[in-house]
């Protein structure tokens, strides 16, 4: 059982940065591949970023390369997305997931945290 609690999101405006957390409880943190994803109301949430376990292999949705970073600490149990030169169409709520195989942008993750909102004003 792994539990994720993201944090870091805030008001930015266009071209700032925000880091988003999402520290996961667990002894076995380092075994899991991890993900970002985001959802704007009445739309679907789709996928931002994700990490491997073994290799820190990472993939990215075509609408965030170069401007957004994952990473992970494994001694800190957190995964982190680095997000720079916001635009306003990255408002969402950004939720981060977990799941012991690789799911790259496969939504079919196990675990989930609760969300956290981003809002990058014009």
């Known amino acids: 059982q792994v539990q994720l609690v993201e944090s870091g999101g805030g008001l930015v405006q266009a071209g700032g940065s925000l880091r988003l957390s999402c520290a996961a409880s667990?002894?076995?943190?380092?075994?899991?591949?991890m993900g970002w994803f985001r959802q704007v109301p009445g739309k679907e949430r789709e996928f931002v970023a994700a990490?491997?376990?073994?290799?820190?292999?990472?993939r990215y949705a075509d609408s965030v390369k170069g401007r957004f970073t994952i990473s992970r600490d494994n001694a800190k149990n957190t995964v982190y997305l680095q997000m720079n030169s916001l635009k306003p169409e990255d408002t969402a709520v950004y939720y981060c997931?977990?799941?012991?195989?690789?799911?790259?942008?496969?939504?079919?993750?196990?675990?989930w945290g609760q969300g956290t909102q981003v809002t990058v004003s014009s």
């Open positions: 667990g002894r076995t943190f380092s075994s899991y591949a």
């Open positions: 997931a977990a799941d012991l195989a690789w799911r790259g942008g496969n939504q079919e993750y196990d675990y």
């Open positions: 990490i491997s376990w073994l290799d820190r292999s990472t």
